[in-house]
Nanobody, 124 residues
Framework: QVQLVESGAGLVQAGDSVSLSCAASGRTFRVLGMAWFSQVPGQLREFVARVGWSDGSQLYVDSVKGRFTISRGNVKNTMYLQMNSLKPEDTAVYYC?????????????????WGQGTQVTVSS
């Protein structure tokens, strides 16, 4: 089992920046990749970004390319999402996810472990 805890929620204005963190604990030595998903009420969770745990490879949804950066922290088992130039449409609950088995990196069902979610609200 892997436990995930997100932090860094906030209410910001359009154009501002927010940094989200995800701390992983438990059987983290088995983690192959970690990702961020977003969800708004009434909709499915949507892929935002993913980082490969061994090589740091990054994958982004087109809508955040050039604005968001996913990274592994220097502190072991920590992942970040730097969100710049935020837009009102970025408003969502952001979830940290981890997987210890191979699978399509942008599919929510590829990830077995999830954090509790953290709210990011961007006002216009």
């Amino acid at each position: 089992q892997v436990q995930l805890v997100e932090s860094g929620a906030g209410l910001v204005q359009a154009g501002d920046s927010v940094s989200l963190s995800c701390a992983a604990s438990g059987r983290t030595f088995r983690v192959l990749g970690m990702a961020w998903f977003s969800q708004v009420p009434g909709q499915l969770r949507e892929f935002v970004a993913r980082v490969g745990w061994s090589d740091g490879s990054q994958l982004y949804v087109d809508s955040v390319k050039g604005r968001f950066t996913i990274s592994r922290g220097n502190v072991k088992n920590t992942m970040y999402l730097q969100m710049n130039s935020l837009k009102p449409e970025d408003t969502a609950v952001y979830y940290c996810a981890a997987t210890d088995v191979p699978g399509p990196p942008s599919r929510a069902d590829s990830y077995a472990y999830w954090g509790q979610g953290t709210q990011v609200t961007v006002s216009s």
